[in-house]
T-cell receptor, first 111, second 115 residues
Framework: GENVEQHPSTLSVQEGDSAVIKCTYSDSASNYFPWYKQELGKGPQLIIDIRSNVGEKKDQRIAVTLNKTAKHFSLHITETQPEDSAVYFCAASGWEGKSTFGDGTTLTVKP | EAGVVQSPRYKIIEKKQPVAFWCNPISGHNTLYWYRQNLGQGPELLIRYENEEAVDDSQLPKDRFSAERLKGVDSTLKIQPAELGDSAVYLC?????????????FGPGTRLLVL
């Protein structure tokens, strides 16, 4: 089955700096890669996603890049703000709709 | 539009007791998922429904866990009897939007503590 590895497990940045979280996946058949933000006591919320026919996608301060050959994808957050502090999860899913999640990255943005 | 609704939000039970979780997906979403999230880990799929049919229950511990989605809308996940290791957050998600069939929307979860 699919295996998703995510790193780093914790990331601390100063407000205004950029943050990058990376994930690798094992199944070349995976074609959909969402990123979720989970705040304490809440369920994961989709913040951005990318499909395998696209190499990069951007939404304001958030961007995701995908390298299908290397089987890795990354989340980029620019101009970080304290409210960006949360746990971020990547996931990979294939045609059958089953998603495999990484173990999360705890992002702390220091004011 | 209302999101995925789950209840209860918190549950504390003693081991060997039964427990049930309820989920109401986003209106019109055909696919419903139950996940278990252990502390410090990502969600792990327990079961996936397409309408009322369980299409992937390979990770559901069938000796003690059961689920149903009667009429293809609401769903219930049950544990009987609960064990200490079942303490976790149980998340429900749904998907099925016209242009983004695979995008999953999560509920707030039920936090289960087994004593």
């Amino acid at each position: 089955g699919e295996n998703v590895e995510q790193h780093p497990s914790t990331l601390s940045v100063q407000e205004g700096d950029s943050a990058v979280i990376k994930c690798t996946y094992s199944d070349s058949a995976s074609n959909y890669f969402p990123w979720y933000k989970q705040e304490l006591g809440k369920g994961p919320q989709l913040i951005i996603d990318i499909r395998s026919n696209v190499g990069e996608k951007k939404d304001q301060r958030i961007a995701v890049t995908l390298n299908k050959t290397a089987k890795h994808f990354s989340l980029h957050i620019t101009e970080t703000q304290p409210e960006d502090s949360a746990v971020y999860f990547c996931a990979a899913s294939g045609w059958e709709g089953k998603s495999t999640f990484g173990d999360g990255t705890t992002l702390t943005v220091k004011p | 539009e209302a999101g995925v609704v789950q209840s209860p939000r918190y549950k504390i039970i003693e081991k060997k007791q039964p427990v049930a979780f309820w989920c109401n997906p986003i209106s019109g979403h055909n696919t419903l998922y139950w996940y278990r999230q252990n502390l410090g880990q990502g969600p792990e799929l327990l079961i996936r429904y397409e309408n009322e049919e369980a299409v992937d229950d390979s990770q559901l511990p069938k000796d003690r866990f059961s689920a149903e989605r009667l009429k293809g809308v609401d769903s219930t996940l049950k544990i009987q009897p609960a064990e200490l290791g079942d303490s976790a957050v149980y998340l429900c998600a749904s998907s099925g939007e016209m242009m983004h069939q695979e995008t999953q929307y999560f509920g707030p979860g039920t936090r289960l503590l087994v004593l």
